[in-house]
């Protein structure tokens, strides 16, 4: 499978946006994804993953009640929706995928990766 992740940008600090993991190739509906970012210096980490029918999902401490992932395997795409975005959340978002029927935490867990979107938040 085939990712490719967009809808990244600049935006003032408290504002949001949603980015998108679209897939190609077959049977993508069982796929669990996952949403990892790295800034500038730093590890890639977790932000936020969703088994493959969207019934379960998981996020990281420092975005939790601020971002919701999501699925519409109709539409070969996951979602990240952003709100109350801040200045340390800017890094480059990544999506992963890989088969399986629970959601993964770790880097290593996945198989495949698209591209990344950077996010930028600043006034």
């Known amino acids: 499978v085939q990712l490719q992740a967009f809808g990244g940008g600049l935006v003032q600090p408290g504002g949001s946006l949603r980015l998108s993991c679209a897939a190609s190739?077959?049977?993508?509906?069982?796929?669990?994804v996952g949403w990892f970012r790295q800034a500038p210096g730093k590890e890639r980490e977790f932000v936020a993953t969703?088994?493959?029918?969207?019934?379960?999902?998981a996020d990281a401490d420092s975005v939790k009640g601020r971002f919701t992932i999501s699925r519409d395997n109709a539409k070969n795409t996951v979602y990240l929706q952003m709100n109350s975005l801040k200045p340390e959340d800017s890094a480059v978002y990544y999506c992963?995928?890989?088969?399986?029927?629970?959601?993964?935490?770790?880097?290593?867990?996945?198989?495949?990766w698209g591209q990344g979107t950077l996010v930028t938040v600043s006034s």
């Open positions: 969703i088994s493959w029918n969207g019934g379960r999902t």
């Open positions: 992963a995928a890989r088969q399986g029927a629970s959601m993964y935490f770790k880097r290593y867990e996945y198989d495949y």
């Open positions: 190739g077959r049977a993508f509906s069982s796929y669990a």
